[in-house]
């Protein structure tokens, strides 16, 4: 069944403004994953928070999570139109952990127009 | 490293016929995975494996079934196909917490 449940489905922006997507799952977690998925490619790793940290930053990306609100947010900022794709949340159910079983949202597909 | 390889790219078959779809990584990764993506649907998992010799199956594993013979490779067979599984495999390789995908096999049942 479905655990992350990214909103909003559909986002569109221009260059240079920021992006903000969310990310809401059911159960406890170990860690929260981001992905982007480019059309017709496969999906990359973009970042991975833990469920003790509440913030972290990889270039222009912040991911923040709130475990008591079962919820996370990824922030582009200053996006550009290399940016255009999907991003999807990915979450592992607990007890499983590093097992590697990741339950995935839906996905919010990002468009960034020049 | 081409890290995770996946083949065909396409493929059409009809209802009933079988195939095998071929993933593999050069990454030494004990855990391999296959999902599949459906328009709206995000991914599915079907069956992942945590070494050779050991697998087990996800949240949709009807109709499909797997093999882990070595680390290497983790073959998905479509034993008789049904158009309910026209949809994008992803094949994804990971040490731990992050997981490595290949490029996707697009699948169409007719």
């Known amino acids: 069944s479905q655990q992350g449940e990214e909103d909003p489905q559909a986002l569109s922006i221009q260059e240079g403004e920021n992006a903000t997507m969310n990310c809401s799952y059911k159960t406890s977690i170990n860690n929260l994953q981001w992905y982007r998925q480019n059309s017709g490619r496969g999906l990359v790793h973009l970042i991975l928070i833990r469920s003790n940290e509440r913030e972290k930053h990889s270039g222009r990306l912040r991911v923040t999570l709130d475990t008591s609100k079962k919820s996370s947010s990824l922030l582009i900022t200053a996006s550009r139109a290399a940016d255009t794709a999907s991003y999807f949340c990915?979450?592992?159910?607990w007890g499983i952990g590093s097992q590697g079983n990741l339950i995935f949202g839906k996905g919010t597909k990002l468009s960034v127009k020049p | 490293n081409a890290g995770v390889t996946q083949t065909p790219k396409f493929q059409v078959l009809k209802t009933g016929q079988s195939m095998t779809l071929q993933c593999a990584q050069d990454m030494n990764h004990e855990y391999m995975s296959w999902y599949r993506q459906d328009p709206g649907m995000g991914l599915r998992l079907i069956h992942y494996s945590v070494g050779a010799g050991i697998t087990d199956q996800g949240e949709v594993p009807n109709g499909y079934n797997v093999s882990r013979s070595t680390t290497e490779d983790f073959p998905l067979r479509l034993l008789s196909a049904a158009p309910s599984q026209t949809s994008v495999y992803f094949c994804?390789?990971?040490?731990?917490?992050?997981?490595?995908f290949g490029p996707g096999t697009r699948l169409t049942v007719t």
């Open positions: 994804a390789s990971s040490t731990g917490d992050e997981q490595y």
């Open positions: 990915a979450t592992d159910e």
